[in-house]
């Protein structure tokens, strides 16, 4: 596609349900990341993968996040049990082999937990 | 641990004022140095980047940074701001082997007309 498409745009949910927010990174970029941007905050790093290698789980900030990625394709972001702190927007981004790290992101999906 | 400061949080200007954007890394190798710019409604989009070579670099709508490795700095300027410049900026920095971003908090800017 012609660029990093993200589903919902937007989720409201009660607290204690799971999410399952989706990225669709540009055709061709094989590392895909997700952030969270809290208000009034910048991006904060969540999860990295990088090809066919374990993906870099170190910005999660507990076990009731996880992701998923197939292949060099789509990436699924879950968040079970949401509480309220999890209210943000999670934005993903793609870069290509020889991009030089340059991202490109998507538009997001604002999650509201009441 | 990488972190990136961002000095303003929030800049107003009128139109032709002139813009500097502070942004400090904490890093001691080899970074790679971005500004993302997210207009109102829209999604980030990169603004300029720097990987290596001059350290003054220019971007898209009259912007440019200039690294400065000696105070670990990366402003972002613009000579002439216009109202349609409006929008948050933020700085983001990566580097060694690390994958993923570290951003600064933002800097809103508010331009006048």
Known sequence: GAGVSQSPSNKVTEKGKDVELRCDPISGHTALYWYRQRLGQGLEFLIYFQGNSAPDKSGLPSDRFSAERTGESVSTLTIQRTQQEDSAVYLCASSAPSGGNEQFFGPGTRLTVL | ?113
Do not use: M
């Open chain 2, 1 to 113: 641990a990488q972190s990136v400061s961002q000095h303003n949080h929030h800049v107003i200007l009128s139109e032709a004022a002139s813009l500097e954007l502070g942004c400090n890394y904490s890093y001691g190798g080899t970074v790679n140095l971005f500004w993302y710019v997210q207009y109102p409604g829209q999604h980030l989009q990169l603004l300029l980047k720097y990987f290596s070579g001059d350290p003054l670099v220019k971007g898209i709508k009259g912007f440019e940074a200039e690294f400065i490795k000696s105070k670990f700095s990366f402003n972002l300027r613009k000579p002439s701001v216009q109202w349609s410049d409006t929008a948050e900026y933020f700085c983001a920095v990566n580097g060694g082997s690390q994958g993923n971003l570290i951003f600064g908090k933002g800097t809103k800017l508010s331009v006048k007309p």
